[in-house]
């Protein structure tokens, strides 16, 4: 093991716009947990807001910390207790470890512990590294069709199936969904996936509604930034579709965004707030709640991976046209791809290829 944590390299995360690839030593391998190659890395947009600002919402990097959480790779060695992974094979890895304790992750609500330990959440470090140890049970075995890049791919398309999970979509639902960045366009896949048979996208980005088209939305529509406009898009939108919106999965996280979801979802409908772009909004909750729009939220995703490696490895979700840009790991490369990352532009999933 000595040999190994003095080779393994890792991304760390120094401070604002400081990345720098140093060694990287890895903990003893437990009894349960499995050593893994990393072969494939996607840049999210939180390990962007943590290089540029060097925090995301209330979490703040305070020492240097390994980024990266959507990731797949290859087993290199087994605890002694691992009984259903063995050397070789190819894993996808749930990037976030529950108590296992508390309430919450007794009743299954895992996501919700108060001690996640979570990939490239400060102080935890992440997976953008040659190697890393993580617990087996999160480490998911991929079927020959499905390869790395796929299996990292698992990890945004979560929060997209995780979404329609909470919000109930199905065969009868008819969604909206608000942001065609990758989250959007996992929920959009998601939603085809569980069997919505209309889907609308809204954004302000020509391009993006552009992929949201070419991967299957019924009806796109192009909106403004200006919360003075919802009254009129929201007439805009509900005539583009010509179907009653009865989910609307609001990806931005936006003032905006939520007033526009409030108002374009039907009486009874529900409307699940995804992205994370506000802490604070002003919303219109009273007509909201007298039209009996419920109002749900999801943080990140819980008991998803099984079946998002079961969309992909059947067909029903082809998540490999969201690979946009992909690149090696060295040290010109990684800075790189987080500032093609930052850009935005036509880069929708960046990728690590390790």
Not at 94 to 106: A, L, N, S, T, W
Request: net charge neutral.
């Amino acid at each position: 093991m000595g040999n190994i944590s003095e080779e393994n390299l890792a991304a760390w995360l120094h401070g604002v716009n400081d990345i720098k690839i140093q060694p990287f030593k890895l903990p003893t391998l437990g009894a349960h947990d499995v050593r893994v190659s990393m072969k494939a890395v996607g840049i999210c947009g939180s390990d962007v807001h943590y290089l540029k600002t060097g925090s995301c919402g209330h979490y703040v990097v305070k020492e240097p910390m390994v980024i990266g959480h959507e990731c797949a790779g290859i087993i290199d060695e087994v605890g002694s207790e691992v009984k259903h992974l063995a050397r070789g094979d190819r894993v996808a890895l749930e990037p976030g470890i529950g108590c296992f304790q508390c309430d919450r992750c007794k009743e299954g609500r895992y996501n919700l512990c108060p001690d996640m330990k979570f990939f490239a959440t400060p102080p935890i470090h992440g997976s953008l590294a040659n190697k890393i140890v993580h617990p087996a049970d999160l480490c998911f075995k991929l079927p020959e069709n499905v390869s790395l890049e796929e299996g990292a791919m698992c990890e945004p398309l979560s929060v997209g199936v995780y979404a329609c999970r909470r919000a109930e979509i199905g065969p009868q639902t008819n969604v909206l969904i608000l942001g065609a960045g990758p989250i959007g366009l996992v929920s959009l896949l998601a939603a085809r996936a569980f069997g919505s048979p209309r889907i609308a996208v809204v954004d302000v980005d020509d391009y993006r509604l552009q992929v949201a088209k070419k991967l299957g939305a019924n009806v796109v529509v192009k909106v403004s930034n200006n919360v003075q406009d919802v009254g009129a898009e929201v007439n805009r939108i509900q005539k583009a579709a010509g179907f009653e919106i009865d989910v609307s999965l609001d990806c931005a996280g936006f003032t905006k965004t939520m007033t526009t979801a409030l108002s374009a979802t039907r009486n009874g409908g529900k409307v699940c707030l995804v992205g994370m772009g506000h802490c604070d909004m002003t919303l219109p909750l009273t007509p909201a709640a007298s039209r009996e729009v419920d109002i749900l939220g999801i943080f990140r995703y819980k008991n998803t991976w099984p079946l998002c490696i079961e969309f992909i490895r059947s067909g029903k979700i082809d998540v490999k046209p969201l690979i946009t840009h992909r690149y090696g790991f060295s040290q010109k490369e990684v800075e790189e791809a987080f500032e093609t990352s930052a850009r935005g532009g036509k880069a929708i999933k960046v990728m690590f290829n390790l």
